[in-house]
Nanobody
Framework: QVQTLESGGGLVQAGGSLRLSCVASWDTFSSYAMGWFRQAPGKEREFVAA????????YYQDSVKGRFSISRDNAKNTVYLQMNSLKPEDTAVYYCAATSIAGSKFPADFGSWGQGTQVTVSS
């Protein structure tokens, strides 16, 4: 079964940092762009960041630019999301997923969603 597994979430104070990891189970990981999304209670799932198959292209939601950084290690089938200067409004369940559509930011274009990891930022 093709799937992803997120980890690294937790409770942190505003201004703090967390590093999320997402491990993919399929062998052709390096052939796919990867994305991070988040969903807060009562809200729709939203795009956070994405990275191309080689790691050479990255995309961010405006609200996280300059604070979050996405990267990948194809040898480890892993994509990361470094989150700095966290704000209470970053509180959500964070998911990673894969897409064959380079540059996409739309959840409908992504598959192999994981179970998510909870990030809670206290004020």
């Amino acid at each position: 079964q093709v799937q992803t597994l997120e980890s690294g979430g937790g409770l942190v104070q505003a201004g703090g940092s967390l590093r999320l990891s997402c491990v993919a189970s399929w062998d052709t990981f390096s052939s796919y762009a990867m994305g991070w999304f988040r969903q807060a209670p009562g809200k729709e799932r939203e795009f956070v960041a994405a990275i191309g198959w080689s790691g050479g292209s990255t995309y961010y939601q405006d609200s996280v630019k300059g604070r979050f950084s996405i990267s990948r290690d194809n040898a480890k089938n892993t994509v990361y999301l470094q989150m700095n200067s966290l704000k209470p409004e970053d509180t959500a369940v964070y998911y990673c997923a894969a897409t064959s559509i380079a540059g996409s930011k739309f959840p409908a274009d992504f598959g192999s969603w994981g179970q998510g990891t909870q990030v809670t930022v206290s004020s």
